[in-house]
């Protein structure tokens, strides 16, 4: 089975909608093998779970649309890279443009955990997590700089999108001079804990004041548009 991409995504976005309408158990399984599927490509978990998300859907056009997500995900890996897929679906699932872009935070703090509590004899292991933060946060930051920062900028919260633009180029200094440093430095943790800290810091103002205001403010039709337009840049940077 062959599907284009464009397809494949438009899918998986229309099943996460009714999934997470049909209820929150088939939702959160599915989410949680889709990010499973970007970590370890087992590919057949994310069909199982799309499996039983229409077992536990209460009609058949709910059993059909998550019967297809499953196909729709394995159909795509044939097409492009795996990671691009899950990661990718991971977010569409997650719902709107705001909650995609918060499920993503989520993932990125929890990377972020991860390598806080390396020690620094652990420089292998350092380097390989920081090559995920950096992927994460790279794709998370397009998809903000090239669709929601343009849009924040033409209403009266244009100030804000350009601090916001600034503080991601702060952290993508941080994570020049991170891959700069050897990971084994006794000074590469606390310059990536002060790194989590101006990403936190970013995400709290982007979440708690910054979207919802700008978010209150779009009618249901352009959510949707922005939603669309983000997930075409989501899937640009494999
Ligand atoms: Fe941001
Ligand atoms: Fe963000």
Redesign the pocket.
């Known amino acids: 089975m062959h599907l284009a991409m464009g397809d494949a995504r438009d899918l998986v976005t229309r099943a996460g909608t009714e999934l997470r309408e049909r209820g929150r158990d088939a939702y959160g399984n599915l989410r949680t093998a889709a990010d499973r599927a970007s970590n370890t490509e087992l590919w057949e978990k994310l069909a199982d779970a799309a499996r039983d998300a229409a077992r536990s859907g209460r009609s058949a056009s709910g059993m059909r649309l998550a019967a297809a997500v499953g196909l729709g995900f394995l159909a795509g890996v044939v097409l492009l890279s795996s990671k691009k897929v899950a990661m990718q679906a991971s977010s569409a699932i997650a719902g709107d443009w705001f909650a995609q872009?918060k499920h993503e935070?989520r993932q990125i703090d929890s990377l972020f955990e991860t390598v806080c509590e390396t020690k620094d004899d652990e420089g292998g292991k350092r380097e390989a997590l920081l090559g995920k933060v950096s992927y994460a946060l790279n794709r998370?930051a397009l998809q903000?700089e090239n669709v929601i920062y343009p849009a924040l900028r033409d209403t009266d919260q244009g100030a804000s999108s350009k601090a916001l633009a600034g503080e991601h180029f702060d952290m993508k200094t941080y994570l020049h001079e991170l891959h700069e440093l050897p990971a084994e430095d006794p000074r590469w943790l606390s310059k990536m804990k002060a790194f989590r800290k101006l990403v936190r810091q970013h995400?709290r103002d982007?979440e708690e004041h910054i979207y919802p205001a700008f978010q209150s403010r779009l009618s249901a039709e352009q959510n949707a548009k922005l939603t669309k337009a983000m997930n075409r840049e989501g899937v640009k940077l494999a």
Do not use: N, P, S, Y
């Open positions: 872009l935070h998370h903000e995400v982007e």
